[in-house]
């Protein structure tokens, strides 16, 4: 059986879209996400979740099925579609308001907490896996689409229905994460659910083949492992740098630049005492140095 993890690690993921929205916002429009100060596109830590439980449910057995499951899932209420998506306290009755079950079975909340709304109390788990919000390392430029539907909006009406998106051209996007060891011990994260949380985050982007999301490909992912207690550097996703010599807006793929990771090497060294590994998966088109001693990630 796989142990609870007993040690700290953090985490550096990159990934790029191309002609595709990675995370829209229903409140306007569903455009893509953009910091209007700077111009860089950012993803919440909710879309990349998201991601992870996607990929869980649909590749690695987590659907329900035997002692398998995600806990937050959109699940209509049995029986009568009309009533709607199924709350949270609803959730929990389909593991008998147990919480022991609902952390054996769920592999999401042993990975990023949540609230149990059980019959009798409501118990709140702080994840072990936490993400800030990722941002691209460039500023990048949307686009508006309009087309025609292949429907009208009602019958007899003979002109068809028009419809329109937001795009970006393209965006290299980072986010930092960090494995805390001691939330763990609250929810029962284990060895193999980190394996699987690493799997998922590089081949659950890989997978997302959805219209809005096609395009998107996971191009970078570092683990570092400390073997202090309650140690890490912090900030991963801001020690790296897009340099390409083209202006940020015409920048297409990653054929246009190249990673610096000149500031994350820096900062590795000088905490060299607080660490016990690191490792990384690559795209092999990412043009960027990896040091000889990282070590290749399973995937």
């Known amino acids: 059986m796989s142990e609870i993890i007993k040690n700290r690690s953090e985490l550096l993921f990159c990934y790029d879209v191309t002609d595709a929205n990675p995370n829209g916002d229903p409140l306007d429009e569903n455009k893509p996400r953009i910091d209007e100060e700077t111009g860089l596109n950012f993803v919440t830590d909710v879309r990349l979740k998201r991601t992870i439980r996607d990929y869980f449910i649909a590749y690695k057995g987590f659907d329900g099925t035997g002692d398998k499951d995600v806990f937050v899932k959109e699940k209509f209420v049995e029986g009568d579609e009309n009533k709607g998506i199924q709350d949270g306290k609803l959730r929990a009755k389909d593991f008998d308001n147990n919480k022991e079950k609902i952390l054996n079975t769920c592999i999401d909340i042993r990975l990023f907490g949540g609230v149990l709304p059980l019959e009798k109390d409501s118990i709140t788990y702080t994840g072990p896996v936490q993400f800030k919000i990722g941002r691209s390392l460039h500023k990048v430029a949307m686009k508006h689409i309009q087309g025609t539907g292949a429907f009208a909006s009602k019958a007899g009406v003979k002109q068809r229905t028009f419809r329109e998106e937001y795009v970006l051209f393209y965006s290299f996007i980072a986010f930092h994460g960090i494995i805390n060891q001691n939330a763990a011990q609250h929810t029962g994260m284990t060895e193999e659910d980190e394996q699987l949380l690493l799997e998922a985050i590089w081949h659950g982007t890989k997978n997302l083949i959805s219209r809005s999301k096609f395009g998107q490909q996971p191009r970078l992912l570092v683990k570092i492992d400390y073997q202090t207690p309650n140690f890490f550097i912090g900030d991963?996703?801001?020690?790296i740098k897009l340099v390409s010599s083209k202006n940020d807006l015409q920048i297409r793929s990653i054929a246009d630049f190249k990673i610096d990771i000149t500031d994350l090497n820096n900062a590795i060294l000088a905490a060299g005492s607080h660490i016990s590994a690191i490792f990384?998966?690559?795209?092999?088109?990412?043009?960027?140095?990896i040091p000889s001693n990282w070590r290749l990630l399973n995937l």
């Open 280 to 289: 990384y998966q690559k795209d092999p088109k990412l043009e960027i140095d």
């Open 236 to 239: 991963l996703d801001k020690k």
